[in-house]
């Protein structure tokens, strides 16, 4: 559609009230269209994110986003004049707007932090607490407490989702831990062949270890048993001569 | 007013909902756009609430050191 000009040219008979959005909305309206479209750059990038993290789409912010959609489009239904609607009508479907937009970002931030933590769970799983102190001191020093912290904000994200007056701050502080986050992820991501290493070698020695240990046990129960027996025949043979 | 009647401007859209199976079954025969959806790669929010109560139970390891 948008290719054919012509059909741009055969629509002329749009409302006087768009010929300028500035003039057409009130300050407040602007300034929420504004951070409804802050709002909407984070959100975006955390929907490429998330599906890049689980090779799947997740539903409820999806739904958000068309919701948010189509608020938008009861909006400009009434700036085109395409329905009749004032000026409160414009209003409340801005303010749905970017509720709706607002909602599908605490969606996608829960979703991706549940899903860093498992991510981060499964790079790390079979791998012993000595080979992560030996090779990786970062991860107790900043990555534990600070996936840690983040895990314990989740009933915060929730809250913060249902409040009346929502604020763009707590999605931007949000969305810089879920990235700070993803990089954390790509650091264990880098050192998991050397901690899988690692811990072959570590649990090679301790088999070695132990298969020595379990060695030298077994002869000196040998050594023990041998020595009962010949005490015991050289008793037998004592108390005979006797 | 052109095409619709009014009342559809403010009438809620339903929640999208899916049946996994179904999608699968039709997926060769009707798919359009997301290949993700057409392959039933969809999570929707009882299932993400299910993996969330699994996930959260899991344990990092924790530091020997402290």
Known sequence: MADDEAFLRQESEISAMVTGLPDTLSARDLEVLRKTTECYGILKDLALYAEELNSESFLPPINEIRDAFDHLMRMYSVLFGLRDGDSEYIKENLDAVFRHVYRASFDYLDYIRIYQKDYMHRRLEGISQQTIVNLFPEYYREILPEIESCLEDIPLYKASKDIGKPDMETVERYHAKVLKMRDYCAQINKMAPALIEAESKLRGEAEQRERKESGIRRAETWKYLLFTIIGAIVGGIIGHLF | ?66
């Open chain 2, 1 to 66: 007013m052109r095409g619709v009647s009014e009342e559809i401007w403010d009438q809620e859209l339903p929640p999208i909902r899916v049946n996994k199976d179904t999608i699968k079954k039709q997926a060769a025969r009707y798919r359009m756009g997301s290949v993700r959806l057409a392959l039933g790669r969809i999570k929707t929010r009882e299932e993400f609430e299910e993996d969330k109560r699994e996930i959260i139970k899991k344990q990092f390891p924790k530091n020997p050191l402290q």
